[in-house]
T-cell receptor
Framework: GAVVSQHPSWVICKSGTSVKIECRSLDFQATTMFWYRQFPKQSLMLMATSNEGSKATYEQGVEKDKFLINHASLTLSTLTVTSAHPEDSSFYIC???????????FGDGTRLSIL | SQQGEEDPQALSIQEGENATMNCSYKTSINNLQWYRQNSGRGLVHLILIRSNEREKHSGRLRVTLDTSKKSSSLLITASRAADTASYFCATPWGNQFYFGTGTSLTVIP
């Protein structure tokens, strides 16, 4: 099946640091990529949706200046958590989709721990 | 919010038994998808059922969709310990994609 590679898988850093997470579709072109945040034992909460070459659409309550999303190519999207603080600690998951009515293919997630 | 709800939230069964989980959603959809998540990992797509389909099979998985009730069910037959995971339904809404609250399934060997 389609593969999405997410990197890094685990990040531990100090408060105030900016962290970049990469999401790559390895064997398909992801016209749309999604970024989710997941708290322990909870469902995935959609943060933003990005189409290649366009600005990301952020969900209500998600600070676009805090969570910078870039989707410059059909195979790469990045999420940068700027000036991260302990409350930003979470599990972040990306996914890519080749077209409407197509399944999403997920990365393995990034566990972000801010000290 | 379009986020769906699933029940039960948690389910524990013996190996070999069948597991059924249900999902309800709020608005009209073109399709509904089921995903599986092992602890601390990303999600794996299991099955997609379109709005004009009522039932779909894939191996030991059986999915039903009732658009009049805005609900879907996932049945796993002859469960195995390796089926232990969280299961989520997901619905597209515009260009977004929303997940249900999830069912945590534990299959006891």
């Amino acid at each position: 099946g389609a593969v999405v590679s997410q990197h890094p898988s685990w990040v531990i850093c100090k408060s105030g640091t900016s962290v970049k997470i990469e999401c790559r579709s390895l064997d398909f072109q992801a016209t749309t990529m999604f970024w989710y945040r997941q708290f322990p034992k909870q469902s995935l909460m959609l943060m933003a949706t990005s189409n290649e070459g366009s600005k990301a659409t952020y969900e209500q309550g998600v600070e676009k200046d805090k969570f910078l999303i870039n989707h410059a190519s059909l195979t790469l999207s990045t999420l940068t958590v700027t000036s991260a603080h302990p409350e930003d600690s979470s599990f972040y998951i990306c996914s890519g989709r080749g077209g409407e009515n197509q399944p999403q293919h997920f990365g393995d997630g990034t566990r972000l721990s801010i000290l | 919010s379009q986020q769906g709800e699933e029940d039960p939230q948690a389910l524990s069964i013996q190996e070999g038994e069948n597991a059924t989980m249900n999902c309800s959603y709020k608005t009209s959809i073109n399709n509904l998808q089921w995903y599986r998540q092992n602890s601390g990992r990303g999600l794996v797509h299991l099955i997609l059922i379109r709005s004009n389909e009522r039932e779909k099979h894939s191996g030991r998985l059986r999915v039903t969709l009732d658009t009049s009730k805005k609900s879907s069910s996932l049945l796993i037959t002859a469960s195995r310990a390796a089926d232990t995971a969280s299961y989520f339904c997901a619905t597209p809404w515009g260009n977004q994609f929303y997940f249900g609250t999830g069912t945590s399934l534990t299959v006891i060997p």
